[in-house]
């Protein structure tokens, strides 16, 4: 399984950006796929998360209601629409995925960089 994280920037402070996530390697049924981000001298948080087939998602509370998580099961991409941005939100930006057989997250791509200038 390979995740490429991709679309970061810099942006100023209440703009937008899209983050995508490719993943290849196997079809993701059944499992979870999710957006973690990790700011400097920060340990790496929890963002988002959907299920693959179902596409439930759960957010972290400081991104809920500005933050979506979304997927294109024949692209095999997963996204994040991030709208509002706040310096804070500044991190590097990775995805990830779990196989649903409860051992957590296995698989991680590489990050992409998320500047919010103030």
């Known amino acids: 399984v390979q995740l490429q994280a991709s679309g970061g920037g810099l942006v100023q402070a209440g703009g937008s950006l899209r983050l995508s996530c490719s993943a290849s390697?196997?079809?993701?049924?059944?499992?979870?796929m999710g957006w973690f981000r990790q700011a400097p001298g920060k340990e790496r948080e929890f963002v988002a998360s959907i299920w693959w087939s179902s596409g439930i998602t759960a957010y972290a509370d400081s991104v809920e209601g500005r933050f979506t998580i979304s997927r294109d099961n024949a692209k095999n991409t997963m996204y994040l629409q991030m709208i509002s941005l706040k310096p804070e939100d500044a991190a590097v930006y990775y995805c990830?995925?779990?196989?649903?057989?409860?051992?957590?997250?296995?698989?991680w791509g590489r990050g992409t960089q998320v500047t919010v200038s103030s």
């Open positions: 390697g196997r079809t993701f049924s059944g499992y979870r």
């Open positions: 990830a995925a779990d196989r649903g057989i409860g051992q957590g997250w296995h698989y």
